[in-house]
């Protein structure tokens, strides 16, 4: 198992990369849809979209899921720890959210998204919490249950309070 260390690194590394995607895209979504008006900016938002998704996003992902698979392939003690089986269920709600953005960047592509950008500033909370609870569990190697539910209300609350907060005013809008 001596190359199980460098498989590990893989994974970690690709974890990495596949969570700077997904922290970064919802902030170019946020930032294409308050600048509708700005075509120039919107077509520079869309190009950025497109790569940080295809060339960075995806395969990060995939390179993510299929480490992990060979990690377990290689240690399958491991789906005997019911911390394994909550890690799985996150990296499943995970993938689903990247997915989203894939879908979320198409409509944006179409000018179809009706989303606003307090929409993707609080969207883009979703994968902080899955990161934080996926990594508490395999550090911990448990489920802590108060840990978790604790987490998750504080994450609602602030997508709650994003949500609700009024826009800015510029100097220029109050005149």
């Given at each position: 198992m001596e190359y199980y260390t460098w498989i590990l690194t893989f994974h970690v590394m690709a974890f990495m990369s596949w969570m700077a995607m997904l922290f970064?895209?919802?902030r170019i979504f946020v930032y294409h849809t308050e600048h509708k008006n700005k075509p120039d900016y919107v077509e520079v938002a869309k190009i950025q979209e497109l790569k940080i998704y295809k060339v960075i996003g995806a395969p990060a992902m995939w390179a993510t899921v299929f480490s992990g698979a060979y990690?377990?392939?290689t240690n399958m003690e491991l789906m005997a720890q019911p911390w394994m089986h909550a890690k799985l269920l996150l990296v499943v709600l995970l993938i689903i959210y990247s997915?989203?953005?894939d879908k979320i960047r198409l409509k944006l592509n179409c000018e179809k998204c009706q989303k606003s950008g307090k929409f993707f500033r609080a969207y883009n909370e979703v994968p902080?919490?899955?990161a934080i609870l996926?990594?508490?569990y395999v550090i911990t190697k448990s489920i802590p249950v108060g840990f978790s539910i604790g987490i998750t209300l504080f994450f609602v609350f602030i997508m709650i309070m994003i949500m609700r907060a009024k826009p800015k005013t510029t100097k220029k809008e109050e005149i």
């Open positions: 970064y895209l919802p990690m377990i392939y997915i989203s953005l902080t919490i899955l996926i990594v508490t």
